[in-house]
């Protein structure tokens, strides 16, 4: 039996608006109104399962998944309110009422004159760099997104990545691991000079670095750099209700501010940003890029109309907009957010006191398992947290995914294969889909695997595309 979820608060706010002050156990802050049952298999019956999908979990079907935690992007649960939005979606195909009510609630949060509906948050970053970036261009960002990253790439620039240098310490309990190392922005800045940097960004929170926080600290200290040599500012905004919550929670003079204002004051400081609907708005599609230059947002829409739709859509049908509009009001409520970071930290404080290894400190939308030390024995290239993917499904029915060097370790251009700097398995948490208990499955699942670490073996890769293996890859064991 596992202790329960208060055990672990470090940082329950006594009296907090609706709990009594007595009171310290956090719990999902919603009641279940529609269940979809998970289909149980079994061991033996995984075994074949996920060697029929050449053991990518990317092949499996999700129907033979019993927790699901691929990825937290447009698996979120909707509330009735959503539910009920969408019947009201307006389809005019040109200035419908759905629109506006989108508009609208972006502009009050983000607070940017601009906005430009888009189909998810890639088609944002690809029409952003579409206008922005040219071939020999450098886009600097704490780290890149891997479609931030290709659709920087695709229009010719360079992506650099200039994280602090806390985030290579997987065990650091540093709050903000996401922070840009400032003083290498500077410095980039200064040796390439203002017009090869069309654009600076700020990931947040730091999905590829572990879906660490970036402070507000950071974030003003960037637009200076940016604003001092005339470069605009832009946030990749996936999960700013995350990142912005964690700034209420960690960083000195916020403990009382409003985490919507929170969220207000950073996109303050920013000229732009790109979001991702499927992250921070609980969308099961949806995405939007905006900014204050009026003449950039109309070059924007012009490839908008030609790849997206009319700009009054963008790719997303009303009754979608409607459904963000509700989902980003839903998003900033702090009952969810306490719980959010709460549940997250849960697992990972459970996992850090089993001594599994995992990344510290618990980031806002997945877990990360450092399947390098988990599974020592396993060199890079037998690709450690594949196997892992692998010995969880075949545990419990559990997918997650391999952020190592599958992933990164091949060189597009010469084939050649070398570690990637971590070999991680991130366990990414869908939005309001899973309870405590299946938590508490997952605790137990990692428990068993890590008992029998020592008698798991490295794979290999069987088959893979040039680009973007990950996806499609087959592999064998060694
Ligand atoms: N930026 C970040 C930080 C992301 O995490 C993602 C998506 C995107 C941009 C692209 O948004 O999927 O709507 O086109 N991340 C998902 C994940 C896919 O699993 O982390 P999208």
Same mark, same amino acid.
């Given at each position: 039996?596992?202790?329960?979820?208060?055990?672990?608060?470090?940082?329950?706010?006594?009296?907090?608006?609706?709990?009594?002050?007595?009171?310290?156990?956090?719990?999902?802050?919603?009641?279940?109104?529609?269940?979809?049952?998970?289909?149980?298999?079994?061991?033996?019956?995984?075994?074949?399962?996920?060697?029929?999908?050449?053991?990518?979990?990317?092949?499996?079907?999700?129907?033979?998944?019993?927790?699901?935690?691929?990825?937290?992007?447009?698996?979120?649960?909707?509330?009735?309110?959503?539910?009920?939005?969408?019947?009201?979606?307006?389809?005019?195909?040109?200035?419908?009422?759905?629109?506006?009510?989108?508009?609208?609630?972006?502009?009050?949060?983000?607070?940017?004159?601009?906005?430009?509906?888009?189909?998810?948050?890639?088609?944002?970053?690809?029409?952003?760099?579409?206008?922005?970036?040219?071939?020999?261009?450098?886009?600097?960002?704490?780290?890149?997104?891997?479609?931030?990253?290709?659709?920087?790439?695709?229009?010719?620039?360079?992506?650099?990545?200039?994280?602090?240098?806390?985030?290579?310490?997987?065990?650091?309990?540093?709050?903000?691991?996401?922070?840009?190392?400032?003083?290498?922005?500077?410095?980039?800045?200064?040796?390439?000079?203002?017009?090869?940097?069309?654009?600076?960004?700020?990931?947040?929170?730091?999905?590829?670095?572990?879906?660490?926080?970036?402070?507000?600290?950071?974030?003003?200290?960037?637009?200076?750099?940016?604003?001092?040599?005339? @470069?605009?500012?832009?946030?990749?905004?996936?999960?700013?209700?995350?990142?912005?919550?964690?700034?209420?929670?960690?960083?000195?003079?916020?403990?009382?501010?409003?985490?919507?204002?929170?969220?207000?004051?950073?996109?303050?400081?920013?000229?732009?940003?790109?979001?991702?609907?499927?992250?921070?708005?609980?969308?099961? @599609?949806?995405?939007?890029?905006?900014?204050?230059?009026?003449?950039?947002?109309?070059?924007?829409?012009?490839?908008?109309?030609?790849?997206?739709?009319?700009?009054?859509?963008?790719?997303?049908?009303?009754?979608?907009?409607?459904?963000?509009?509700?989902?980003?009001?839903?998003?900033?409520?702090?009952?969810?957010?306490?719980?959010?970071?709460?549940?997250?930290?849960?697992?990972?404080?459970?996992?850090?006191?089993?001594?599994?290894?995992?990344?510290?400190?618990?980031?806002?939308?997945?877990?990360?398992?450092?399947?390098?030390?988990?599974?020592?024995? @396993?060199?890079?290239?037998?690709?450690?947290?594949?196997?892992?993917?692998?010995?969880?499904?075949?545990?419990?029915?559990?997918?997650?995914?391999?952020?190592?060097?599958?992933?990164?370790?091949?060189?597009?251009?010469?084939?050649?294969?070398?570690?990637?700097?971590?070999?991680?398995?991130?366990?990414?948490?869908?939005?309001?889909?899973?309870?405590?208990?299946?938590?508490?499955?997952?605790?137990?699942?990692?428990?068993?695997?890590?008992?029998?670490?020592?008698?798991?073996?490295?794979?290999? @890769?069987?088959?893979?595309?040039?680009?973007?293996?990950?996806?499609?890859?087959?592999?064998?064991?060694?």
């Amino acid at each position: 039996m596992l202790p329960r979820l208060a055990v672990d608060l470090r940082i329950a706010r006594a009296g907090h608006a609706g709990y009594s002050h007595k009171m310290k156990t956090v719990i999902e802050p919603f009641r279940i109104k529609t269940v979809e049952p998970i289909k149980f298999t079994h061991r033996v019956e995984r075994k074949t399962l996920i060697r029929e999908a050449h053991y990518n979990p990317f092949l499996l079907r999700a129907e033979d998944v019993i927790i699901d935690l691929l990825t937290d992007s447009g698996t979120s649960a909707m509330s009735s309110e959503a539910w009920g939005a969408m019947m009201r979606g307006d389809e005019s195909y040109a200035g419908a009422r759905s629109w506006y009510r989108f508009r609208d609630t972006v502009k009050d949060i983000f607070g940017f004159e601009q906005v430009i509906p888009t189909h998810q948050g890639r088609a944002a970053e690809h029409i952003l760099f579409s206008v922005m970036v040219r071939p020999g261009s450098i886009v600097p960002n704490n780290t890149h997104f891997d479609t931030t990253r290709a659709n920087v790439e695709f229009v010719g620039g360079t992506p650099v990545d200039l994280v602090c240098a806390e985030a290579d310490d997987l065990d650091s309990d540093h709050p903000f691991k996401g922070n840009m190392d400032t003083a290498a922005l500077e410095k980039l800045v200064a040796d390439i000079g203002p017009d090869n940097i069309p654009v600076i960004m700020v990931t947040v929170t730091n999905n590829s670095g572990g879906g660490q926080p970036v402070s507000m600290a950071n974030v003003r200290e960037i637009s200076r750099i940016a604003r001092a040599a005339s @470069i605009p500012f832009y946030i990749d905004a996936c999960r700013f209700a995350e990142n912005s919550h964690f700034i209420k929670q960690r960083e000195p003079g916020y403990e009382n501010t409003p985490t919507i204002d929170i969220a207000r004051e950073m996109f303050s400081y920013a000229d732009g940003c790109t979001m991702s609907a499927k992250k921070d708005a609980f969308g099961n @599609i949806g995405g939007f890029l905006c900014t204050n230059d009026a003449e950039l947002a109309q070059q924007e829409r012009n490839i908008l109309i030609l790849t997206e739709g009319f700009p009054t859509y963008g790719g997303l049908a009303g009754r979608d907009l409607e459904a963000i509009a509700v989902g980003l009001r839903e998003i900033l409520d702090e009952h969810y957010l306490d719980y959010r970071l709460f549940s997250n930290a849960y697992v990972v404080n459970h996992l850090r006191e089993a001594s599994i290894p995992v990344m510290a400190p618990a980031g806002g939308h997945a877990v990360y398992l450092d399947a390098r030390r988990f599974l020592p024995h @396993i060199e890079p290239l037998q690709f450690p947290g594949q196997a892992l993917a692998v010995e969880l499904y075949i545990e419990a029915g559990i997918r997650a995914v391999e952020i190592g060097t599958v992933m990164f370790g091949a060189d597009p251009k010469t084939g050649e294969e070398h570690p990637a700097r971590l070999d991680l398995l991130r366990l990414a948490i869908p939005r309001r889909v899973y309870t405590q208990s299946h938590m508490d499955y997952v605790l137990e699942a990692i428990g068993l695997v890590w008992e029998r670490r020592e008698s798991i073996r490295g794979m290999k @890769i069987v088959r893979a595309p040039k680009y973007l293996r990950h996806f499609t890859a087959e592999f064998d064991w060694v």
